[in-house]
Every structure is written in structure tokens, then in C-alpha cells.
């Protein structure tokens, strides 16, 4: 069901009803290649989720666990793609409001990810606003195995912990200078 409803986002449903619409109104080979069950009397019918129960699910999702889950299979996945074998691995980490999203009060959801630059999610988490990236920028990368990883952020990371943090690490990175630090800038 959840990659259901995912399909359904990118098909362009952008609510909880209105994704819960598009499992109910997808083709029949669209449904069978999400992994819906085929009704073994009728054959081309297939037996689909009832539009609250896809309601319920979505709506007790834990974004951050999911989030973690999926960030993993795409980083088991994403291992051993590349034949040569890079001396230094790039990753970028950015925050971004998802457009249309809104969580509770009505506020847009803001999401603070970094990708590798193959295209690999390598982790995200719901941050509340864009001025607290700086605070989720550790915990972001924490988990990673980040030796020889070379990281690019905006300005708004250029943080002495966060340098200090990464080099403890083993990793090495690019920090982007603005007026957030005017004597360094200068």
C-alpha cells in the first residue's frame, strides 16, 4: 500500500483522499505490478484496499521511520553499482519545503536530505523549518559511513561544530561562506 500511495503522488495526487482515489481508479496492470492480488475466481479483477484502510495507514505512518527504511534499501541497493572505485564520494546535503505538503497547523513540511551524486537519497528527516537545518545537519549524516566522503552544503552549515564534526569523522567537505560569517566572508 505504500508504494501504492507513492505511485499515486507521482501520478499527481496531492491529499490523503486523493491518493486513496488513484489506488482505487489505477489500471489493473498498474495495481498487479504494486503487488495487489489478483482475485483468483474473476482473474482480471484484483482485489484492492478499501479507501479508509489506505486513509488509516498513511495517516499512522511514522515519516522519519519510513523515511530511514527506505533511505537504507536504496543505500544497500546503490552498493557496488559503480565498477570503478572512486578515490572520494560526493554527497550534498539541502533543505527543501515540499511543495503542497502542510503538517499539523497548517505549516509546510520542510525536509533537510543528503544524496550522493549518483542521484542516492542517502537519508532526509522532517526538520520544522528552514532555519532549523543547521540543528539537524549532525544527526543527519550521523549513521553514514562518511571516510573519504567529501560533503557540499549552503552557507547556513558552514559551522565551526559542523566542520569539527565531520572532520572527526573522516570526512572532508566544502564550506560556502556568506555574510553568516562577515570576518571570514571578508
Known sequence: MVTAAAA????????????AEWISDAP??????????????????????HPATVMRL????????LDAAVSAS????AVGRTTAKARWRAVAVDGKQLRGSRAAGGKAV?????MDHTGTALGQQQIEAK????????????????????????????QHANGRWLRDRGAHYIAAVKGNHPGLLE
Open 131 to 158: 532555519s532549523n537545518e543547521t540543528r539537524a545537519f549532525v544527526s543527519l549524516l550521523h549513521d553514514l559511513d562518511l571516510d573519504n566522503t567529501v560533503i557540499t552544503a549552503d552557507a547556513a552549515h558552514t
Open 28 to 49: 489493473v496492470w498498474a495495481s498487479m505490478a504494486l503487488g495487489f492480488a489478483v482475485d483468483p475466481f474473476a482473474k482480471t479483477v484484483v482485489t484492492l484496499p
Open 8 to 19: 499515486g503522488v507521482l501520478a499527481g495526487a496531492r491529499s490523503l483522499t486523493a491518493i
Open 110 to 114: 520542510w525536509l533537510l536530505a543528503a
Open 58 to 65: 498513511l495517516t499512522r505512518l511514522v515519516g522519519d521511520v
Open 74 to 77: 536504496l543505500r544497500a541497493r
